[in-house]
């Protein structure tokens, strides 16, 4: 079956990095969007960041634009989101997905598959 699997999560410091990664197994995605959402305690899952079918163009939320990097090999079936200066506020859990065409959107309803995420906590 079709499936993202996401890891690199972990418990880390404020100012601290990390690089997490997706990894899409059962076929390829080349012709289609994927981004990154997150989702902290008691609150909706919001979008972090895209990237479109061919990896050249992206696009970030404010809350991270400067401090988060995605990427893409497509022919490893692979997605990146590469964080830097990690903040407590970037404490969520973190979701692949992919998009329903080959243009990035900040809807998570333009998603139709989601890995299970990876957990990031970031202390002071």
């Known amino acids: 079956q079709v499936q993202l699997v996401e890891s690199g999560g972990g418990l880390v410091q404020a100012g601290d990095f990390l690089r997490l990664s997706c990894a899409a197994s059962?076929?390829?995605?080349?012709?289609?969007?994927m981004g990154w959402f997150r989702q902290a305690p008691g609150k909706e899952r919001i979008f972090v960041a895209g990237?479109?079918?061919?990896?050249?163009?992206?696009y970030y939320a404010e809350s991270v634009q400067g401090r988060f990097t995605i990427s893409r090999e497509k022919p490893k079936k692979m997605m990146y989101l590469q964080i830097n200066s990690l903040k407590p506020e970037d404490t969520a859990v973190y979701y692949c997905?992919?998009?329903?065409?080959?243009?990035?959107?900040?809807?998570?309803?333009?998603?139709?598959?989601w890995g299970q995420g990876t957990q990031v906590t970031v202390s002071s």
């Open positions: 997905a992919v998009g329903r065409h080959s243009s990035i959107s900040t809807n998570e309803n333009q998603y139709f598959l």
């Open positions: 059962g076929r390829t995605f080349s012709n289609n969007a």
């Open positions: 990237i479109d079918w061919s990896g050249t163009s992206t």
